[in-house]
């Protein structure tokens, strides 16, 4: 392998003397270039969306896949750019052992029916997940990821490159003023021979490169140590010293103010990607509200089907039903539908009761508002429209769960958990 020895010296003694002025402005003994208030506050928005990111990320990784070594497998697959294989979802493995028991069981009893109904709900509810976990790792996960591995690495190797450059800026800064400061004391004194080192100790490598193109490095190793004397006597030398200095300054300055520019634009950019970040918020949120209602369809259809077995859930007991004539200062109010546990109003071991034969009560009926709708599963309910009042009344030994509902001239059962009993 080819070497350059004067690149490698070089690139060694500029990493030394960044070194040695981040050193001594730790310590307070070097000055430092502040950098303007505008672009310290783009620092700041650019560090904190890049932690809040990596926060968000992680914490939506484990809403869609709470298993750590699952997330771990996924992570391994995708650094080694390979398919995550399908993966069964625990609705779709709770369906398969809902459905193993009702063939074990009986596909024919009560219970067994019951497994099967839940059991494709289950499965349901299953790919309904795969698709949401499908959909929002391409529309929300995956912007972040690119952000965080593309957009990201992009400004710190340019905020890095603004460090280096602001070290050696404010390195020949320092050498500048001992240069000058050299200079007046040389001045003052006539002759005598100042000490040398206290402009070219650290910074000489600096210069070495700063100048490398022009060929005007000094080699301070090429003369020996007794002719400096006579090198320092020349008050040129000095001028030439305070020359050079100042015109490094002028190079380290120049590439300063670039590489500040370039970083700036790339900070600015930031406000791009919170755009970017908020139509991918928007994109989850939609992916999310569609998950969430494929849900609720799917338990809404399987309550109606389970609400067709009667005496499915009937209890050895009962408790006797609330009187619905009781005064309550509040109104009651069901927030999202239930499972009911009896979906017939006759007792255990009876005929239906005709609902033309049913004569309200003389005290006790109420107005309800309807909160969903609701479809009537035979011709003992009562179809429900959203939002709309009916008068609901009990009966003695209907379940509690469900109430004789009448709007004008039609009468049938209705859930109690479809409506919001008004006082």
Known sequence: MDFNMKKLASDAGIFFTRAVQFTEEKFGQAEKTELDAHFENLLARADSTKNWTEKILRQTEVLLQPNPSARVEEFLYEKLDRKVP????????????MADAAS???????????????????KQLGAAER???????????TPLRNFLEGDW????????????????????KARLKKAKAAEAKATCEGDTVPDFQETRPRNYILSASASAGTGSRVQLSSSPLSCWPLLLSSPQLWND????????LRVAQTEFDRQAEVTRLLLEGISSTHVNHLRCLHE??????????QCYRHMLDLQKQLGRFPGTFVGTTEPASPPLSSTSPTTTAATM?????????????EASLCLEEVAPPASGTRKARVLYDYEAADSSELALL????????????????WLIGERGNKKGKVPVTYLELLS
């Not at 399908?86 to 052992?97: D, F, H, K, M, P």
């Not at 010293?241 to 490094?248: I, L």
Request: include cysteine; glycine fraction near 4%; charge should be negative.
């Open 386 to 401: 959203a939002d709309e009042l009916i008068t609901v009344y009990s009966l003695p030994g209907m379940d509690p769960d």
């Open 284 to 293: 989850f949120v939609k992916s999310q509200t569609t998950y969430y209602a």
């Open 241 to 248: 010293e305070v020359d050079k200095a100042e015109q490094e």
């Open 153 to 172: 690495k992009t400004i710190s190797k340019e905020r890095r490159l603004l460090q280096n450059r602001r070290l050696d800026l404010d390195a020949c």
């Open 337 to 349: 539908p239930v499972v009911p546990s009896v979906a017939s109003l006759a007792p255990p071991g």
């Open 86 to 97: 399908s993966r069964v979802t625990n609705g779709e493995l709770l369906a398969q052992y």
């Open 104 to 122: 074990e069981l009986g596909p024919t009893t009560p219970y067994g029916k019951t497994l099967i109904k839940v059991a494709e709900a289950e």
């Open 131 to 141: 698709d949401f976990i499908h959909t929002a790792s391409i529309s929300f996960l």
